[in-house]
């Protein structure tokens, strides 16, 4: 009879090699090893641990992944900031009067001297007193005998900053206090470039208001239509459909008549404001009512009806919360087509009255090819409603792919 003491003690090695006999299956395949432990707890690989994030968090991690919604992103949020405190980023006074026409200031990194200065310098254009050999028009350059010095943070006109707060500093602009067009000036001698950057405030908001209004009409009627369906979701349908069949620019066109030339700014925005968010909830109304056709069959939804949950409940914690991504990105996708439409409509006369500034109002002097020819910086406008309609169309279709990967 054998004892404990007449075991063999094995060593080391063979322990291990014991071990892995012991884990080996019938069919001879090595099972891998088990966690190590420590502390009583097993070790998680940290290359696919990131804690308990919760889905905003995830939605996040996936969007930095995209180049073009990070570019939209960043570009959005100076849009924003820009037009938060567009007196402050406006160089000029968007109001003042100088040269009609006066073409862009020439910018070079180099002193009067010739030699490479950090900071930049303003030569103003003039005439050169020379004549094209050809169409014997006078020709200009930069006069480097007037050079204006550009600076961060200095005096220029005054202006309320956020309606409220006196001030007079601006982000940037010419030390001396002259001066400066960096895309020309237009017809009545006025600042392109400040008048497009005090213009973003009411061209933004416009967007921003319209799309508020268009959300939460369209969101209400879709998913009341969704889920109540039956006569209810025939009849809004219905209704829908007559909304989205009307000519919208004609009767943009018609609705404007309708506004007398005397009436105050305020009230001619809001009309504006209206008119657009008038027609332009249907289509959101109709995405919300697909969606929640789809929700309205799931089964936790059943089991809220089955318990007794209230409509209102059902709406408000089980649908709107998965219609919500969505509605995010439809939101950056409209801001834009907004702001297409108010340039649109301010090229055809339908945008705000002076001395209030939008983009579309700014679009009006382009009316015509000889002015387009003669004078092309004044087509600068359309490059802020390019970057904002690129910006929220980047930003969109980032957070689409993040939302819903699949």
Same mark, same amino acid.
């Given at each position: 009879?054998?004892?404990?003491?007449?075991?063999?003690?094995?060593?080391?090695?063979?322990?291990?090699?014991?071990?892995?006999?012991?884990?080996?299956?019938?069919?001879?395949?090595?099972?891998?090893? =088990?966690? +190590?432990? $420590?502390? /009583?707890?097993? !070790?998680?690989?940290? #290359?696919?641990?990131?804690?308990?994030?919760?889905? *905003?968090?995830?939605?996040?991690?996936?969007?930095?992944?995209?180049?073009?919604?990070?570019?939209?992103?960043?570009?959005?949020?100076?849009?924003?900031?820009?037009?938060?405190?567009?007196?402050?980023?406006?160089?000029?006074?968007?109001?003042?009067?100088?040269?009609?026409?006066?073409?862009?200031?020439?910018?070079?990194?180099?002193?009067?001297?010739?030699?490479?200065?950090?900071?930049?310098?303003?030569?103003?254009?003039?005439?050169?007193?020379?004549?094209?050999?050809?169409?014997?028009?006078?020709?200009?350059?930069?006069?480097? =005998?007037? +050079?204006? $010095?550009? /600076?961060?943070? !200095?005096?220029?006109? #005054?202006?309320?900053?956020?309606?409220?707060?006196? *001030?007079?500093?601006?982000?940037?602009?010419?030390?001396?206090?002259?001066?400066?067009?960096?895309?020309?000036?237009?017809?009545?001698?006025?600042?392109?470039?400040?008048?497009?950057?005090?213009?973003?405030?009411?061209?933004?908001?416009?967007?921003?208001?319209?799309?508020?209004?268009?959300?939460?009409?369209?969101?209400?009627?879709?998913?009341?239509?969704?889920?109540?369906?039956?006569?209810?979701?025939?009849?809004?349908?219905?209704?829908?459909?007559?909304?989205?069949?009307?000519?919208?620019?004609?009767?943009?066109?018609?609705? =404007?008549?309708?506004?007398?030339?005397?009436?105050?700014?305020?009230?001619?925005?809001?009309?504006?404001?209206?008119?657009?968010?008038?027609?332009?909830?249907?289509?959101?109304?109709?995405?919300?009512?697909?969606?929640?056709?789809?929700?309205?069959?799931?089964?936790?939804?059943?089991?809220?009806?089955?318990?007794?949950?209230?409509?209102?409940?059902?709406?408000?914690?089980?649908?709107?919360?998965?219609?919500?991504?969505?509605?995010?990105?439809?939101?950056?996708?409209?801001?834009?087509?907004?702001?297409?439409?108010?340039?649109?409509?301010?090229?055809?006369?339908?945008?705000?009255?002076?001395?209030?500034?939008?983009?579309?109002?700014?679009?009006?002097?382009?009316?015509?090819?000889?002015?387009?020819?003669?004078?092309?910086?004044?087509?600068?406008?359309?490059?802020?409603?390019?970057?904002?309609?690129?910006?929220?169309?980047?930003?969109?279709?980032?957070?689409?792919?993040?939302?819903?990967?699949?």
């Amino acid at each position: 009879m054998s004892t404990i003491a007449d075991k063999p003690t094995l060593t080391p090695a063979e322990t291990g090699a014991a071990n892995s006999s012991e884990l080996a299956t019938p069919t001879g395949h090595q099972l891998p090893p =088990a966690d +190590p432990v $420590a502390d /009583g707890q097993p !070790v998680v690989n940290t #290359r696919f641990a990131h804690g308990n994030e919760t889905y *905003a968090a995830l939605v996040w991690r996936r969007f930095r992944r995209s180049t073009m919604g990070m570019i939209g992103l960043v570009l959005t949020v100076a849009l924003l900031t820009m037009a938060i405190f567009g007196d402050f980023f406006a160089p000029m006074d968007p109001k003042r009067a100088e040269i009609a026409f006066a073409p862009p200031d020439h910018v070079e990194f180099s002193a009067p001297d010739g030699s490479f200065s950090p900071i930049p310098y303003i030569y103003p254009i003039v005439e050169t007193g020379e004549f094209d050999p050809v169409t014997f028009q006078p020709m200009t350059g930069p006069d480097k =005998a007037n +050079p204006t $010095a550009l /600076g961060f943070f !200095v005096s220029g006109h #005054r202006y309320n900053l956020l309606g409220v707060i006196p *001030a007079n500093i601006h982000f940037f602009g010419s030390v001396d206090g002259r001066p400066i067009h960096f895309l020309g000036t237009d017809k009545f001698g006025r600042d392109i470039l400040s008048r497009g950057i005090v213009g973003s405030q009411i061209s933004l908001t416009i967007a921003l208001v319209v799309v508020l209004l268009t959300t939460t009409i369209g969101t209400l009627v879709g998913i009341a239509s969704g889920y109540i369906g039956g006569r209810v979701d025939a009849w809004v349908q219905r209704f829908v459909d007559l909304v989205l069949a009307f000519p919208q620019l004609p009767l943009y066109l018609a609705l =404007a008549s309708l506004i007398p030339v005397t009436a105050p700014s305020p009230v001619f925005i809001a009309f504006v404001i209206g008119v657009m968010a008038v027609l332009g909830w249907a289509q959101l109304a109709r995405e919300v009512r697909s969606k929640t056709l789809a929700l309205a069959r799931i089964e936790y939804v059943r089991a809220a009806v089955a318990v007794g949950s209230s409509d209102w409940r059902i709406i408000l914690r089980h649908i709107l919360p998965n219609v919500s991504s969505h509605l995010i990105v439809a939101v950056t996708i409209a801001i834009p087509s907004v702001v297409l439409l108010e340039s649109f409509l301010g090229y055809l006369g339908f945008a705000v009255k002076p001395p209030l500034i939008s983009w579309g109002l700014m679009l009006q002097d382009t009316g015509t090819f000889s002015v387009i020819g003669s004078y092309p910086w004044i087509l600068s406008p359309v490059v802020f409603v390019l970057i904002t309609v690129f910006a929220f169309n980047a930003l969109g279709d980032g957070l689409r792919d993040a939302i819903d990967p699949y």
